[in-house]
């Protein structure tokens, strides 16, 4: 039996309220597209649902758990993540999904090692940093064999075409090299050298380059590359300042080509408005705010550094798919 432990109870209920809006806005969202794509209009809800079970069960063990104890596995973990993401590009057990390549055919379901290799990241960081507490400001023997270990996986997920995850993974860790203590002109330095990288990768597949532009000027293009995000837009204007209503709305039938996943906080703005909308933001806004006040309460190094690394990174998917 889980013994849970003292628990901050608006950060407790901001999670359970976003579990339960999440699988009313993805079953609104994809009724129509899942009819579509499986004959089955509750396939997508039923798979949220199930998972949302499985991840509160995970949330109430880690509420119990001692997390002292994951400094004990920090290689092991960082050895399988290393495992799981080469294992991708095995034929038979890595799947292409959306151009990408960065899923692992498990049969029963469909596991993602970079998402996992983002969490272990948070992890070996909070250990490495808290051990090398007073040296990271040495480049050479503080901050360089960390920052290699984090190059390597960030280059194989590139590999696996995986840039928006590669991109969110180097930020959070940049964000806990300066938490941790590593010298700002290092820092700043390192960044410098990564961003052509980044431009190479941008400039070197198409799509990303067309996703860009046309981010900053849909219009230009309102059929082609810029359509999607148009329709978005237009599912904000439908949506007005209290929406259409819940299922009402209209964008989600046939105009956003993915209403449950990419394109879901339009439908949500559709349905119930830009309140709607803001009511979504604040949520995530407390989530972050009581996070970093139990970071920061934290006396223990990694303690603190694990909570810091995990509310940043859960903080920087919402602002970015948002």
Known sequence: M????????????????????????????????????????????????????????????????????????????????????????????????????????????????????????????SSILTKKKGKIEDFTFGLLPPLLLVSAIFFIILMQSGFSTASILLITAFLMFFIGGASLTHIFSIGLLTLPVLIFFIWKVSYRMARIMSFLNPWSDPYGKGYHLLQSIKAFANGGLFGLGFGNGLQKVSALPAPHTDFIFSVIVEEFGVIGGIFISLIYIVIFIRGMLIARKIEDGFGSLLAFGIVTLFSIHALLNI
Request: hydrophobic content about 50%; proline content about 3%; aromatic content about 20%.
């Open 2 to 125: 889980l013994k849970l432990k003292k628990i901050d109870n608006i950060l407790f209920l901001s999670f359970l309220l976003l579990i339960v809006i999440g699988n009313l806005t993805v079953y609104t969202s994809s009724y129509f597209i899942a009819k579509r794509l499986t004959g089955n209009p509750y396939y997508f809800f039923i798979r949220q649902f199930i998972w949302s079970i499985a991840s509160t069960f995970f949330l109430l063990f880690f509420t119990s758990y001692d997390y002292v104890n994951l400094k004990k596995i920090t290689k092991p973990l960082i050895f399988i993540t290393f495992v799981l993401l080469i294992m991708v590009f095995i034929p038979g057990l890595g799947k292409e999904s959306g151009g990408a390549r960065r899923w692992l055919n498990l049969r029963l379901f469909d596991f993602n090692p970079s998402e996992f290799a983002k969490l272990t990241i948070i992890v070996y960081l």
